[in-house]
């Protein structure tokens, strides 16, 4: 039964990650605060012929931690992440298992992308033997909803369930939608996020071929270069990120530790071009004023931005220009760090592992730097945090994502209490 | 046990080895689980896409098509060494 009084206000009471700089939230925020590099040599496939051979793989993961041995070896991988990452973040809310509330709780998790993998295994199986050699489990674990459907089997939950897909700005898009879900009521808690993994030959080779991702292979450790002058494009990566997002009446009611709480969601569409942003960044600065505006704060209130900064030549120029746009003078009085400098482009999670390092920067009063900051480009020109971590006390925080097809998405979060 | 048909006695024992091993890896089942009496629904858990994909890795393990005309007769491990005796 939907929530007949929700209490208009949602928090964050759990999380959980799977990333390439380690998986568990504990480690995760160790390594980014110590500005680990998570870029290395792919091993996950064969690319010596690919112009790009390098990627930020998830290296402490077997799904058969998480699935049973069956399941481990069948589901795609971006599956076995969302399981990870939901189990996790059920954990850490100390989420109750009553059948009631396990009605009321709904699924949202986001894939830009979906099965690629295992698409692409069975299209080969395809060609080699006919359709007869194609999987029965090819459409049910790759289809990106299935992330959604198999945590709620898994997990017994039967609120809403849904999916959304917009490329990179799926992780962020997944948790504004389930906010919104809680908020009117629609469910009580929503578990949500983004999960992706497209490390396989033909996502490498569509990327590759579309010119976006770095080909700087001999120099992982410095290829995701947020920003600076040098960026020749994105490290892609793979990981998930999972919250758990509840109505703030029934969090207090049961107790529950509070991350933060979600106060803004701002979205927007180009209409300019499949893959390049707006030069003037027109669509990220309505995205950012929409979010700000629901959020009732003036742009000063922001302590942070982590920025979507690609280390795409185009992105981080015009996300520049548009933080300038949608901030005025502020703009440059806010810390503004991409952590894909440490952790890659995880396309379709990417938004859900941000919002996430937003809510533990507003906890630990911590600001994780952009790496590899070498030598600045004059057109982007804010402060980025570079290369170190810092202390900054962070009231309310942002989160940009950006994807193909001219999606723009800003979450704005917040210290848990009063408003 | 009626697995031979005839058949050479070594080969049957083989065969129940192999069928027994693809239903392990195909299942996630344990070999001691799998008797030749064992039924894939009811009594290993299969669901009809599990035996889909059990079939399919049966016909690449033994080098043999098997229609699904034949498919529902083979409701046990079994009736599946059976059948694959005959066909080899």
């Known amino acids: 039964m939907p929530n007949p009084q929700p209490s208009g206000r949602v928090v964050v009471t759990g999380a959980g990650a799977v990333t390439p700089i380690g998986t568990g939230i504990d480690k995760f925020w160790a390594n980014l605060c110590a500005g680990t590099n998570g870029v290395g040599p792919v091993s996950l496939l064969d690319v010596s012929d690919f112009p790009t051979r390098i990627a930020a793989e998830v290296k402490d993961f077997q799904p058969e931690d998480w699935l049973d041995k069956k399941e481990a070896r069948r589901v795609d991988r971006f599956i076995a992440f969302a399981v990870a990452a939901s189990r996790m973040a059920l954990n850490d809310a100390c989420f109750p298992d009553d059948h009631e509330l396990r009605d009321d709780t709904g699924v949202l998790i986001g894939s830009g992308i979906g099965g690629l993998t295992l698409m692409s295994d069975q299209t080969k199986k395809l060609h080699e033997g006919g359709p007869g050699k194609v999987s029965p489990f090819l459409v049910p674990y790759m289809i990106p909803d299935m992330a959604s459907g198999y945590v709620s089997i898994q997990e017994r939950l039967r609120g809403p369930n849904t999916c959304v897909v917009s490329a990179c700005s799926t992780g962020a898009d997944a948790i504004g939608t389930a906010y919104h879900i809680v908020k009117r009521g629609d469910a009580t808690a929503m578990v949500c996020g983004g999960t992706e993994a497209p490390i396989n030959e033909i996502g490498m080779s569509g990327f590759c071929a579309a010119r976006a991702m770095t080909t700087n292979n001999d120099n992982p450790a410095h290829a995701s270069r947020p920003f600076d002058l040098h960026r020749d494009g994105f490290v892609i990566a793979e990981g998930a990120a999972v919250l758990v997002l509840e109505d703030m009446e029934h969090a207090t009611r049961r107790g529950a530790n509070v991350l933060a709480e979600i106060v803004g969601y701002g979205m927007s569409g180009d209409a300019h071009h499949i893959t390049a942003p707006d030069p003037e960044g027109d669509g990220a600065v309505r995205s950012m004023k929409m979010a700000l505006m629901r959020a009732g704060v003036e742009p000063g209130s922001i302590g942070y931005i982590n920025a979507h900064g690609t280390s795409t030549q185009l992105n981080d120029k015009t996300e520049t220009l548009a933080i300038k746009r949608a901030f005025g003078d502020t703009a440059y009085k806010i810390p503004v760090s991409s952590t894909k400098s440490m952790i890659g482009h995880t396309l379709g999670a990417a938004g859900a592992i941000e919002a996430l390092i937003c809510m533990l920067s507003i906890r630990e009063g911590i600001v994780p730097p952009t790496i590899n900051q070498f030598e600045s480009d004059p057109e982007c020109d804010l402060d980025y945090v570079p290369n170190a971590a810092r202390k900054v006390k962070i009231d309310y925080a942002m989160s940009n994502s950006f994807g193909f097809g001219g999606h723009n998405v800003t979450l704005i979060v917040k210290r848990p209490g009063q408003r | ?88």
């Open chain 2, 1 to 88: 046990m009626p697995l031979g048909c005839g058949g050479n006695k070594h080969m049957s024992a083989t065969i129940l080895e192999r069928v027994t091993k693809v239903t392990c890896e195909e299942l996630g089942v344990t070999e001691s689980e799998v008797k030749p009496e064992s039924r894939f629904i009811d009594d290993l858990g299969a669901d009809s896409l599990d035996v889909v994909e059990l079939v399919m890795a049966l016909e690449e393990e033994f080098g043999i098509d098997i229609p699904d005309d034949d498919v529902n007769s083979l409701s046990t491990v079994g009736d599946t060494v059976t059948y694959i005796e005959k066909k080899s």
